[in-house]
């Protein structure tokens, strides 16, 4: 049996929309990178528990996304998108400094790459006890999930943040969703 792709007008990319993600990709990179510049380092590695990550070690998490997603746009065509093989360096975590310089060092990716939209292979755990899966992906949709993927631990730094007594901006890791949803109330 095989499945025909859905195709439908409403899922058509419109010419700006690459602009759209590249830019607001680059948006919530420097709110974060301006976030952690307000940081001392003990803030940026403090946990509020044992069960609790750092915004230190969301930070990395959100870097490494960023990192394994560039590394397959530089690579061969044929270069597999893995975020669950990433290499953890944990000195991003540990050092509020690296860790923006890191993201400094994204955001000139982003200014610098030009991003082709075309398919990218993907291996990825699905089950813990399982091979990887392979999938196919888009530039535009692993544009799109490391744009969300990064307001989501962004909205998990703000809740650390507030354990310790950190304040953010309102904004800072609030769903873009959520933002629409509440300017048209």
Do not use: W
């Not at 680059?26 to 915004?55: K, M």
């Not at 990716?109 to 082709?116: N, P």
């Amino acid at each position: 049996m095989s499945i025909e792709p859905i195709t439908s007008d409403r899922t058509a990319v419109l010419p700006s929309t690459q602009d759209e993600l590249v830019q607001a990709n680059l948006r919530v990179l420097i709110q974060l990178q301006n976030a952690l510049s307000a940081l001392d380092e003990e803030q940026f590695t403090g946990q509020p528990s044992e069960e609790i990550s750092s915004i230190g070690m969301h930070t990395r998490h959100i870097i490494e996304f960023y990192q394994e997603f560039f590394k397959a746009l530089e690579g061969p065509a044929d270069q597999e998108l893995c975020y669950d093989r990433r290499q953890r360096n944990m000195v991003l975590e540990g050092s509020r400094d690296k860790a923006i310089a890191a993201v400094g060092t994204l955001e000139k990716m982003f200014k610098d790459t030009d991003f082709i939209d075309g398919t990218i292979p993907m291996l990825c755990i699905i089950d813990p006890h399982a091979p990887l899966c392979n999938l196919q992906s888009t530039v535009h949709r692993e544009l799109y999930h490391v744009l969300d993927h990064c307001i989501h631990h962004m909205a998990l730094i703000k809740m650390v943040g507030q354990q310790l007594n950190i304040e953010f901006d309102q904004d800072f890791g609030l769903a873009n969703a959520t933002k629409q949803h509440r300017n048209n109330a």
